[in-house]
């Protein structure tokens, strides 16, 4: 099974591009894709596999391409979202992007699941992670029924997002950080649904 990583050249990427081999290990062939090569983005757009959003500097809008391609994605091939590929994917949910209320930069926190589904299947009601951003996706003025919010912080800001029908998830925080608590089962939950 192949999976897509977009990479938005974050010091992240690599991270999580090992947490996906890690948790894919003898069932997933990962190919990195950077957001900028205008060739492998239009080859992917035109035979659509399974898409990892990675984070990345700045907000969703600074990466038409990664935007265009997740619109096209969606419906079509699972898509997991991370950071900046939360943010992206709480946009098309019909979500705005705003500052948090605590910037996080390496900070733990605890996140609380308020729902389940496929993605949070095996995680624990209340879990540690880590975040480095200082945005949050609201959902509050949308107007579209079928997405939910999985998982909050203390402040009740989406952590987790997840649409009610297709396979597409996101997060905030970064399940692949050293100081996140062992979050595989997360990337081993996508894997199971991109079957």
């Excluded at 959003?53 to 809008?61: A, C, Q, T, V």
Aim: with cysteine; proline share 5%.
């Amino acid at each position: 099974m192949q999976i897509n990583l977009i990479d938005h050249y974050d010091s992240f990427s690599f991270n999580l591009l090992e947490w996906l081999r890690d948790a894919g290990k003898g069932i997933v062939t990962l190919n990195r894709i950077c957001y900028d090569d205008v060739t492998a983005i239009t080859k992917l757009a035109e035979k659509l596999t399974p898409i990892v959003i990675s984070p990345g500097p700045g907000k969703p809008s600074d990466y038409p391409s990664t935007r265009q391609l997740l619109e096209k994605a969606m419906g079509n091939v699972p898509v997991l979202g991370v950071c900046l590929g939360h943010q992206m994917i709480g946009e098309v949910a019909g979500g705005t992007i705003q500052k948090a209320k605590d910037p996080w930069h390496g900070t733990t926190f605890n996140v609380t699941l308020k729902e389940a589904n496929w993605m949070t299947e095996g995680l624990p009601k209340t879990f540690k992670t880590v975040a480095y951003n200082s945005l949050i996706v609201d959902l509050k003025r949308s107007n579209k029924n079928d997405w939910r919010i999985l998982a909050a912080d203390e402040h009740g800001q989406a952590m987790m997002l997840s649409h009610t029908k297709l396979p597409i998830g996101s997060v905030q925080f970064h399940p692949e950080s050293f100081a996140s608590d062992d979050l595989s089962v997360i990337a081993r939950n996508f894997f199971s649904v991109c079957r």
